[in-house]
Each structure stands twice: as C-alpha cells, then as structure tokens.
C-alpha cells in the first residue's frame, strides 16, 4: 500500500504532447479511476506509472520515492493490461507464479502463495491449464492473481474488463471492488466506462486531451460536473444541454431557447443575469412526463425504448436532443409531441463560451 | 427447396446466368477440373521426383545394370554391395559429419544472431532504424557470385581459410538478411508487446523477457530460420569448394563432387550414387523432424 504522486508530470512524443503538466495525488489505499474518452492520455499516464514509458517532464513517486528512473520490476507495481498479457506457454500457476520466481522465493513459498490467489479468484481447479484453454473471465481472473500473488504497493489496471460480455463486466467490477476492499491497496485503474468509474471508484479522474477535467468522488462529478466535458461525460444517458440565453429580470428569470420559446427559470439565486448566453444541464432521471405546471418542455419523439423497469424517450426540441428517462412504462407513441417537466432542484448552467460552471445552480 | 428451385432454373436465359463458377459446377465439369489438377500434379510429381528415384534406383545395380541399354528403369540384379563398398572410395561419413558440424553451427549461429537483431529492429525505434532494414534487404540483390572474391579475400586475410570458422561465418551471414527479415514479422505479428511489458512488470529486464517469453513463444519462427540456414549450408558447394576444400575438412557436396571429378562417377558409378543417396539422409531426417514448425513458422507472419 503505498502513496502516488505525480508533480507536473508531461510526456511528449516529438513534438506532440500527449500529456502536459499533470499533477495528481492518490492517497494510500484509495481505489482511483481515470476515466476519459479515447486519445485523452489515460493510458499513457497508467504507462508512465508503470515505468513502461518514460516522462518527459516532471515527477512521479510511489511511497515517496522518486520512481522516473527506475525500471517497473524496482517499482513494486503490478499492472493487469487489457489483453490480460497472459504467458501462452506457461500454465496458470506458472503465469502465476512467474514474478515470485523471479524474486527468487522458494518453491514451497510460490505454492503456498499461489494457491491462496488462486483461492481467492477461485481459480484452484484451473491452476493445471494453460491460458489457451482457459475463457474469457477465467483468463482475466489469471491476470488478477498474477497480480495480487506479489502483494505489490499499488495495483495498474489497464481497461481489464472492456473484452468482456456485458454480464461478465458487471461480475468482475463487484470480485474487483470486493477484492480491494480485503487487500486495501492503493489501485490506478483505467477506463473509457464511465459505469465502471462511477460503480467502483472512491475518486474519479476524468481526463481529456491530457488534462484532468475534475477530481472527485463519483457523487460529487454527477451531482456537480464543474463543466460541461464533465457533465456530458459522467451518467448514462447522457446530459441533456439546452443552448440559450437567459431573459427577464432578477428573480423572474427565463431561458430563451434557439427556437424562441422560453423556459421559465426557479426563483433562487442561480448566479444568472439577464443577458448571459449559457447552455442548461438536465439529467434525463430528473424529468418526469406530463405537465406540473413547473419548467416544462414540449418534446418531438423520435424513438421510445422501453428497459422494463423504465422507458428512455427521445426526442427534440428547440433543436437540440433530449433523452428522458421515465418511470415504469408511459403511453407515449413515436411522432407524438410530449409535455415533460423539468426537476427544479436540480439544473446545471454552464458559460456558452467557456463550458465552465455557473454560480451555486443545482 | 433449394434443389427445386435450381432444377427449375430456366436453361435458356444465356450461359452466363446459371453459372455459379469455381467448383460449384456441374457434376461432369467438376469431375473433368478435378482430372485435370491430378493429372499436373502428377506429372510435376514424376518431373520432379525422376532423378531422384534414378539415384535411389542406380545405388542398388550394379554397374553393368546401370550402363545397360536401353536403361533398366528398375534394378535388375537388386544389390546393396554399393553401400558397403562405398567408404572404401570416398570418406563419406567423415564428410557428412563436417557438414552437419558446418550447417548445424551456421544454422545456431545465424538463429542466434538474427532472433536478437530481428528483436531490436521489430521493437524499438531508432535513428537509422529504417536504412538499416533497407541495407539488410538490398544485400539480397547482390548475385551470389560478385561476392566470391572480395567474401575469399576477406576469409584469407583474416587467416580462416579452410577452416570450419571461416566457412560457418561465411554462411552465417549469407542467411542473415533472411532469419532478421522473417523474425522480425514475426515477433511483430505473433508476438504482443503486452506480453513482454507484463514481463517487465513480473520483474524482467529487458534481455530475460526475451528469453523467458518472447523465445519460448517464437519457436516456430526460430525452427524455420535454424532449418533454412541448416540447409543452405548443407546444399552449398560453391562456397564450400572455394573456402573450405582440404582432404578430410571438405564438406559432403564438395566431397562427392571431387570424387565425381576424380572420375568416380564413371568408374564407381553405383558407389557415388550410393553416397549422393546417403548425404541426402541428414537433410531428410532434419526436415521431416522439423516440418511441422517450418511450415508454421513461414506462413505465421503472413497472416495474422
């Protein structure tokens, strides 16, 4: 278990910066993601941690020792990669034990550490088979037990479960969280999920074009995306934006949208004034169907897809597209035009120009 | 339904319209390919395998049988005598041994080498990295001969003419260019770099990834290099006549084609057909042990 820092960290490939100036601390024990769509550095930042790639500039440290020289096997790191990287002619306890052998331990010992992974990723009747034979989630539970089978200072997790079914990802996201929840050590993991970094971090990085965006606990990036990246990013479905700019006076302010009709907004201090140009945020669970006389909006529906336990109606208005996710299952057709009502408690602004966010909204 | 409809299919809408083409023929018309590829088969069977049955056929008749006219296209007085008179006239076995020392030390050497070089130029970029490739494949333009006498200068200078040294350095580096080129697709192509990164993270250095994973992983590429090295080397007689052509250091082929050149052929026709049939053995055996890998390892970097 051990703490990372990273102090300025960049990393250039000729001339192209891949990740400038990035400074970030992991404390001890913490279950850290960075998530972040494809290109935005997250893997190269993992990579540098790793010491599979050098830094160009900065610093990184692992327990407080300064790791930008040392090789990975000095910095007591174990990575999990996204093709597994499982050795194809060795056996599962061999993959398994192959770091142990290194380390020069006695036979006895990588057996006996062996065979208590194993029992823990229940791997034990596996252990004889080489990956070739092994599936998918088996092969990826043997590349968690290479790693935990060293008992290193902080676990790499390099997009593990994005070659899985859909089933055996929501399986081995629970064996992960429970799994750190027993060992307690500091874990990086990457991703391009953001179900997987909002269900299994204790803090989220979300990353783009090699900059941390926010830094936070999942609850506090949903509830209070500190711009729009952020906000459209995080949550499934995603955001709904509506451009516009706001009208009236303090107190009694609209939002008048790109095809002029207007929104009224709620009464309190929203850090708005007439005439800022601002995008709205909704999250498609905070709108409900039918008109309750609050902030409303008259949606064109194009698809309604029912999940069983609630129904996503899409659709337009004002020229932007709206995604609603309802309770249970609403008798809306496709073509219809649908009044939905707009959770007041909860809207986001953020600046037109900047996509920073506005004042204490929400 | 489908048999139907196609014996409903009406004939006279042009010949183009109902064929399928490719073997999906007709019955008669796939019967009539399928006679036409034995038939070239077996005729570049025969073209290619007459002079060998000859050598297998002429090392068990005895002379006489042999010159007989016309030619007895098997043995009439069927006889192994050829074989056991055969090291009376030539030092076959001792030949043979100086050649699998020769291309058996080449073939390592040469492996050995171009897995390492094949390594660096498939995982690493460096300045000069791409005039190196294009050095290594431009010496496979050169015409063998043109480098005969400046390859013997070199070799006599460095006072390793006939010698087992020189001649496995000469032939080392004749299937160099070949082992780097072919390693190195297939490192690139069946070899992750994930696998040698996990290694790094397991504890490796960079040296004992490659030898603990990534050679392990390549056996197929490395047994169709040792093989392709192994036998140029064996097959070689230009090189090895010129380098290497002293009493009992001469390889295999130079051994008999010295004996053919003495007049053996002539006079002791079946013996040197007997000893061609014998130096072919060790080649055979390696081929036939190894197939199975060369096969593999020369069509694993074609096709991911």
């Known amino acids: 278990m051990a703490h990372i820092s990273l102090r300025q960290v960049t990393k250039k490939y000729g001339r192209f910066v891949a990740v400038p100036d990035l400074s970030l601390e992991v404390a001890e024990g913490e279950f850290l993601i960075l998530v972040g769509p494809s290109g935005c550095g997250k893997s190269t930042l993992l990579r540098m941690l790793a010491g599979l790639e050098s830094v160009t500039h900065g610093e990184i440290a692992i327990g407080g020792e300064v790791v930008n020289d040392q090789m990975p096997r000095q910095r007591d790191i174990a990575m999990v990669f996204q093709s597994y990287a499982l050795y194809p002619h060795m056996t599962v306890a061999q993959n398994m034990g192959f770091s142990l052998k290194l380390d020069r331990c006695s036979k006895a010992e990588i057996e006996e550490r062996v065979a208590a992974a194993a029992e823990i990723l229940a791997l034990t009747p596996l252990l004889d088979r080489k990956p070739a034979q092994l599936s998918g989630g088996q092969r990826q539970r043997v590349a968690m037990g290479r790693a935990i089978v060293r008992d290193p200072k902080v676990f790499l997790f390099d997009e593990p479960l994005s070659n899985l079914d859909a089933k055996l990802r929501v399986q081995m996201r629970a064996e992960i969280k429970s799994l750190h929840y027993r060992l307690k050590t500091t874990i990086v993991y990457v991703t391009h999920d953001q ?33 729009r990246f952020v906000a459209e990013f995080l949550g499934s479905p995603s955001m709904n934006m509506l451009p516009g700019e706001i009208t009236g006076a303090a107190g009694a302010l609209s939002l008048r949208l790109a095809d002029g009709s207007s929104i009224a907004l709620p009464g309190r201090d929203l850090g708005l004034a007439p005439g800022d140009r601002v995008t709205m945020g909704v999250r498609p669970e905070h709108m ?3 008109d309750t006389g609050g902030m409303g909006l008259d949606i064109v529906v194009d698809v309604t897809e029912p999940t069983g336990s609630d129904t996503l109606l899409i659709g337009r208005a004002a020229d932007c597209a709206i995604t609603c996710e309802l309770d249970g299952r609403p008798d809306v057709r496709m073509g219809e035009t649908a009044r939905v009502t707009i959770d007041p408690a909860h809207l986001h602004f953020f600046d037109e120009d900047s996509g920073r966010r506005i004042g204490a909204a929400g | 339904m489908t ?30 390919t399928r006679a036409i590829v034995i038939v070239v088969t077996v005729l570049a069977l025969v073209y290619i395998l007459l002079p060998v049955y ?54 390592i050497l040469s492996t050995l080498i171009g897995c ?48 087992y040294t020189g001649i496995i350095i000469a032939y080392a580096g004749f299937s160099l260019p070949f082992c780097v080129m072919l390693l190195r697709g297939y490192f690139m192509n069946n070899c992750p770099p994930d696998l040698e990164e996990a290694a790094l993270v397991d504890g490796c250095s960079y040296f004992s990834a490659f030898w603990r994973i990534i050679l392990p992983i390549s056996l197929p590429g490395l047994a169709a290099v040792t093989i392709f090295t192994f036998l140029n080397a064996w097959n070689d007689f230009l090189w090895a006549s010129l380098l290497l052509n002293q009493g009992d250091m001469k390889t295999v082929q130079v051994g008999i084609g010295d004996f053919s050149g003495e007049g053996g052929n002539v006079r002791y026709i079946s013996m040197f057909m007997a000893a061609c049939v014998t130096a072919t053995i060790p080649a055979l055996i390696m081929f036939l042990f190894v197939q199975r890998w060369l096969v593999s390892g020369l069509t694993a970097g074609s096709v991911k």
């Open chain 2, 116 to 163: 390492s070089a094949a390594y660096v130029l498939a995982r690493f970029r460096f300045p000069g990295m791409t005039l190196c490739l294009v050095a290594i494949l431009a010496t496979q333009l050169i015409p063998p001969i043109t480098r005969a006498f400046p390859l013997y200068s070199a070799i006599q200078s460095a006072g390793l003419l006939n010698s």
């Open chain 1, 195 to 227: 179900v997987e970094a909002m269900t299994m971090a204790d803090r989220i990085v979300v990353m783009n074009a090699g900059n941390i965006e926010q830094v936070g606990t999942p609850l506090e990036l949903y509830d209070r995306p500190m711009n």
């Open chain 2, 3 to 32: 048999t139907t409809t196609t014996e409903h299919m009406p004939r006279a809408t042009g010949r183009r319209s109902g064929r399928k083409g490719g073997f999906a023929r007709s019955r008669n018309a796939d019967r009539l």
């Open chain 1, 288 to 290: 409900t169907i039918g």
């Open chain 2, 54 to 107: 000859w050598m297998v056929k002429s090392s068990f008749q005895t002379n006489a049988d042999i010159r007989a006219l016309p030619p007895h296209w098997y043995p009439h007085e069927f006889t192994i005598q050829a074989y056991l008179d055969m090291t009376y006239v030539i030092p076959i076995w001792r030949y043979i041994l100086n050649s699998i020392y020769v291309a058996a030390a080449a073939a």
